[in-house]
C-alpha cells in the first residue's frame, strides 16, 4: 500500500468542481511540501502543482491545491474531458529520507 | 527543455539483475541544482522512488530496495543508470527516470517516457 493515503476514484460533471484529498503523517505531509501530479494512460506523471499550491507555467488556473496539518487537498473547477486522468499526491518523507506516493486516484467526467 | 531516455532490457528473468540507462539532452548532468533519480510504477504498489544520486557521486537510496540497487553517473556521457539486482516478479514495473528539483523535495518536473521491464523466465 502507499504511503500517503488517497481515495481511488472521483468523478465529477462537465463544469463541476471536483476535489481530491491526500493524507499523511508528521514526517511527510506534516513537514514538508506537497506536489501534484497528472497522469494520462501509457504516459509519464506531469507536475501540476509543487510546493502546496504553486502551479507551473502551461497549467490552468482551474486546478488549485491547499495543505493543511497532516492533509492536502486538489482541486479542479470547471471540470472538462480532458482532465480525465489518474491523480497523484507526493511529498518528502524524513523517516524515509526519500519521496513517498499516494496510491492515485482516477478521476471520471462523467 | 532538458528530456530524459530510458533505455535497457524488456524482459529480464529471475534473479538476474537489471541494468537500466537515463540519457540526458538539452541539460547538462553536471548541473549542481538538480539530482538525478528512478522510479517505478507498478498496479501492485504503485509509484515507488527507488534511489537517486547526485553529479558529485552522492547517493540516496530506498531503504526498501537499498540492498538491490546501485544508481550511477557518467559525467563525461551524461546518463546515469540503475542496478537492481536479486529480481523477483515483483520488480516487474514501468521505470522511469527523473530529475527531481533538488535533495528535499517531491517535486519532479522532468520524466522520461519510462520503460516497461518483466521478471520473467
Known amino acids: 500500500h502507499s504511503v500517503l493515503a488517497q481515495p481511488p476514484s472521483a468523478s465529477g460533471v462537465p463544469g463541476q468542481r471536483v476535489t481530491i484529498s491526500c493524507s499523511g503523517n508528521?514526517?511527510?505531509?506534516?513537514?514538508?511540501?506537497v506536489d501534484w501530479y497528472q497522469q494520462f494512460p501509457g504516459t509519464a506523471p506531469k507536475v501540476l502543482i509543487y510546493?502546496?499550491?504553486q502551479r507551473p507555467s502551461g497549467v490552468p488556473d482551474r486546478f488549485s491545491a491547499s495543505k493543511s496539518g497532516t492533509s492536502a487537498s486538489l482541486a479542479i473547477s470547471g471540470l472538462q474531458s480532458e482532465d480525465e486522468a489518474d491523480y497523484y499526491c507526493?511529498?518528502?518523507?524524513?523517516?524515509?529520507?526519500?519521496?513517498?506516493f499516494g496510491g492515485g486516484t482516477k478521476l471520471t467526467v462523467l | 527543455q532538458v528530456q530524459l531516455q530510458e533505455s535497457g532490457p524488456g524482459l529480464v528473468k529471475p534473479a538476474e539483475t537489471l541494468s537500466l540507462n537515463c540519457t540526458v539532452s538539452?541539460?547538462?548532468?553536471?548541473?549542481?541544482?538538480?539530482?538525478w533519480g528512478w522510479i517505478r510504477q507498478s498496479p501492485q504498489k504503485g509509484l515507488e522512488w527507488i534511489g537517486s544520486?547526485?553529479?558529485?557521486?552522492?547517493?540516496y537510496y530506498n531503504p526498501s530496495l537499498k540492498s538491490r540497487v546501485t544508481v550511477s553517473v557518467d559525467t563525461d556521457e551524461n546518463f546515469f543508470s540503475l542496478n537492481l539486482g536479486s529480481l523477483t516478479a515483483a520488480d516487474t514495473a514501468v521505470y522511469y527516470c527523473?530529475?527531481?528539483?533538488?535533495?528535499?523535495?517531491?517535486?519532479?518536473?522532468?520524466w522520461g517516457q519510462g520503460i516497461m521491464v518483466t521478471v520473467s523466465s
Open positions: 508528521n514526517s511527510n505531509i506534516g513537514s514538508n511540501t
Open positions: 510546493g502546496n499550491h
Open positions: 507526493a511529498a518528502w518523507d524524513d523517516s524515509l529520507d526519500g519521496p513517498v
Open positions: 544520486i547526485h553529479f558529485s557521486g552522492t547517493t
Open positions: 538539452g541539460g547538462s548532468i553536471r548541473s549542481s541544482s538538480y539530482f
Open positions: 527523473a530529475r527531481p528539483r533538488r535533495y528535499g523535495t517531491s517535486w519532479i518536473d522532468s
